[in-house]
């Protein structure tokens, strides 16, 4: 596990990299509604919250085209991206984040097919550690409600809005006390 702790701490230093890039075009929005929505959902991150699944499902719409669709994503953002989920950003990153992502989802939704109680904790801490969450010093049952709330997203997207999953390492990652510890 010490490893994986390792490997985490290298990739949760860029959650807060791609914040301000979040919040430079959450500004620029035009829609009022989605906006807002975005707005509430950055508060809570900046509230030492996280947003609750919900929250982040409303902003779907801004994660298919502009300004986060996983295509229309700025270069710097899409770089942050690539290294939270370990991808080489050289060479099609963007094609390869879809991919990821798409992976990511299916097998989200194997597990909630599968069921929680199939999962054996090394599975369980190995899906948490994926997904942004150092799983280390939670007991089983956290992480598995961390998994619920990750899943619920994964549930509600589909390929076109891949990059909204791929942001969710930071909105319910970003302020986990055990991920805080990790920060530098």
Not at 17 to 26: A, D, F, G, S
Not at 44 to 53: A, D, I
Not at 102 to 130: N, P, V
Request: one cysteine or more; proline letters at 5%.
């Amino acid at each position: 596990m010490e490893f994986w702790c390792q490997d985490l701490e290298t990739r949760v230093q860029h959650y807060k990299i791609v914040m301000p890039k979040l919040e430079r075009k959450t500004k620029k929005i035009q829609d009022v509604k989605l906006r807002n929505y975005m707005e509430d959902v950055l508060h809570e991150l900046h509230s030492n919250r996280h947003p609750t699944p919900e929250q982040i499902i409303l902003t779907k719409p801004l994660f298919v085209e502009r300004p986060y669709g996983v295509h229309k994503v700025g270069y710097q953002q899409m770089v942050q991206l690539c290294k939270i989920h370990e991808l080489w950003p050289q060479f099609g990153p963007r094609r390869r984040l879809s991919q990821y992502g798409r992976l990511l989802r299916a097998t989200d939704l194997a597990i909630k097919w599968d069921g929680w109680d199939d999962e054996s904790a090394h599975e369980i801490i190995m899906a948490c550690f994926i997904r942004g969450l150092n799983p280390k010093g939670l007991h089983t049952h956290e992480r598995i409600a961390w998994l619920k709330q990750w899943v619920t997203v994964a549930e509600n997207i589909d390929d076109d809005s891949v990059s909204l999953l791929l942001h969710c390492p930071i909105f319910l990652g970003l302020n986990e006390a055990t991920n805080k510890a990790l920060y530098r």
